[in-house]
Structures are given as structure tokens and as C-alpha cells.
């Protein structure tokens, strides 16, 4: 029976520092090397995934933007991707009209960028762009027209809750929608994908490629939830939201205890 592994990163596989404890880097590199399909599913970019899992060894590809798009580990090629259609457009007349001003992720002319207007940010919107400095994919734009551009996949608002939950009711029907507070910043995220877009979806995906038998997944958040329901076996992280401990399997150490990586040194079997 062949069994695919696939984890969150952020509050799950990465600890509080945002980073992968040499424990359990050094862990699920060694069970890799000795077999096991492992990849992680997360809201993340691929670039600032790599970033925080340099020397992390996955053979098989990596679901980033929460499912929007999967890519290669070892090339970075883009193998499948998610775009919205023109309807978009409408919904973003939506937000603008309303002066609430998104961070818009497309590919164009082939390139991946995510756009906004520095004037018009929020502060947290502003605090976020500054841990990305030096990101080739930054797009800095001064007129709104230029939001429409390319092939857009990803939407996301950082904002007061109360600004973004009405648009969440309105939208969360037509379009993916999460609507949760960061965990290491407590700010209030809005991100909309295209329909059917999710970790689980992608996670399909990955199946048709490799033909598992068996799903084994690990999470923290609300934006796992799906992922869980699709698995044979859910493991929820002690700090994680408890929507998703209701249905896990079992719960696990924490994040900051290198849970995810003492669960599959103690039961990884060699195939």
C-alpha cells in the first residue's frame, strides 16, 4: 500500500519562529531518503515556502496559495494552476467602489506577480509587503486599471474585520473563500480563489499522479478542514484551531514540539 504524507507549514510543520526545527527537517528528510511520499499543502507562495524550508527534501510536487497552484519542488515549474474567469473583474469593481483596496495575484506575460497600491494599503497590508523585500514578484501599481492585468488566481485583503465579513457572506458561495486571522500576527485576512480551489482539490490532483492508496495529512487551521475530511487519517497539532481537532483523528504535540515529525518517526514504515 502506498501512502502519501502531506502537512500544513505554518502552525503545523513550522514552529513559532516561522521555521522548520533542525528535528524535524533532519527527521522527514531521513524518511524520505528512505521512501516515503511526503509534500506540504500551504497558504503560502512558493517562494516564501522555499524560503522557510530550505533544505527540505520533497520529491513530489507542493500545493501553495492554498491549492491554487501546484509546482515541482525540485524546478519550481508551475504543473497546474487555478485562474479566475472575467467575472472576476466584477468583484473586484466590488472591493475598488468601496475603497477597499486588495493585493492581486496573477500571471502575466508568464511571470507570477502580485500587484497593489502602496497610498492605498492598509497598515497591516504594509507591514506584510515589508517581509517581502526583494520579491521578484512584486508589482508596485499606482492606477487601479492596472489590477485587471493577466491571468488573476489569488485575491487577498488584510483589514478590519468588519470591513471584509460582509464581503466574505456575499462571496463565500461563488468564490473559495477564507476568512481568518493570521496566526503570528493576529490580523484579519480576506482571500478569495476560484471556485473549487482548496488543498483537498489539489491534493485529487496529486493522486492522478501517483496513484496512492492512502491519505495521511496534518493541520492547524480552519483552511485544513476540507483537506481532513478528504484524508484516511487526519492528525491535528495540539495549538490547533478546535474546529479542526473535532475531526481529526487524533491529536498530536504541538508545532513547537516537532509534533508532525515524532508522529512519523514513531509509525513510518518502510514500503
Same mark, same amino acid.
Given at each position: 500500500?502506498?501512502?502519501? +504524507? ?13 521555521? /522548520? =526545527? ?17 509534500? +506540504?499543502?500551504?497558504?503560502? =507562495? ?30 519550481? &515549474? ?22 477597499? +483596496?486588495? %493585493? ?20 497591516? %497590508? /504594509? &507591514? ?11 508589482? @508596485? ?18 483589514? &478590519? =474585520?468588519?470591513?471584509? &465579513? ?11 473563500? /477564507?476568512?481568518?486571522?493570521?496566526? +503570528? ?12 480551489? =482548496? ?6 490532483? /496529486? ?7 492512502? #491519505? ?43 509534533? @508532525?515529525?515524532?508522529? #512519523? ?7
Amino acid at each position: 500500500m502506498t501512502t502519501l +504524507y502531506v502537512s500544513d507549514l505554518d502552525g503545523t510543520l513550522l514552529n513559532s519562529q516561522q521555521t /522548520l =526545527s533542525n528535528y524535524t527537517m533532519e527527521t522527514i528528510n531521513q524518511l524520505v531518503d528512505e521512501g516515503m511520499l511526503f509534500s +506540504y499543502a500551504t497558504a503560502r =507562495s512558493y517562494q516564501t515556502a522555499k524560503k522557510v524550508t530550505q533544505g527540505f527534501k520533497a520529491h513530489i510536487p507542493l500545493i501553495v496559495y492554498n491549492g491554487a497552484v501546484i509546482r515541482d519542488n525540485q524546478t519550481g &515549474e508551475i504543473l497546474l494552476s487555478h485562474c479566475f474567469k472575467k467575472d472576476i473583474h466584477q468583484l473586484l469593481d466590488h472591493f475598488l467602489k468601496k475603497q477597499i +483596496y486588495p %493585493m492581486v495575484y496573477a500571471f502575466i506575460n508568464g511571470e507570477e506577480k502580485f500587484s497593489f497600491i502602496p497610498e492605498k494599503c492598509t497598515p497591516a %497590508m /504594509l &507591514e506584510f509587503i515589508d517581509t517581502r523585500k526583494g520579491d521578484p514578484r512584486i508589482r @508596485v501599481i499606482h492606477d487601479i486599471q492596472d489590477f485587471y492585468i493577466g491571468d488573476i488566481f489569488y485575491i487577498t485583503f488584510i483589514d &478590519e =474585520s468588519e470591513k471584509l &465579513e460582509p464581503f466574505y457572506l456575499q462571496y463565500h458561495n461563488q468564490y473559495q473563500c /477564507l476568512f481568518q486571522k493570521d496566526i +503570528y500576527t493576529n490580523q484579519q485576512w480576506l482571500e478569495i480563489m476560484p471556485q473549487h480551489t =482548496s488543498k483537498a482539490h489539489a491534493i485529487e490532483q /496529486l493522486k492522478a499522479l501517483y496513484h496512492y492508496d492512502k #491519505l495521511v495529512v496534518f493541520g492547524d487551521g480552519e483552511n485544513d478542514i476540507e483537506m481532513f475530511q478528504l484524508a484516511d487519517e487526519a492528525y491535528a497539532v495540539d495549538n490547533a484551531h478546535e474546529k479542526l481537532k473535532a475531526i481529526a483523528t487524533k491529536i498530536i504535540p504541538s508545532n513547537d514540539n516537532d509534533g @508532525v515529525a515524532h508522529f #512519523l518517526k514513531q509509525t513510518y514504515k518502510k514500503p
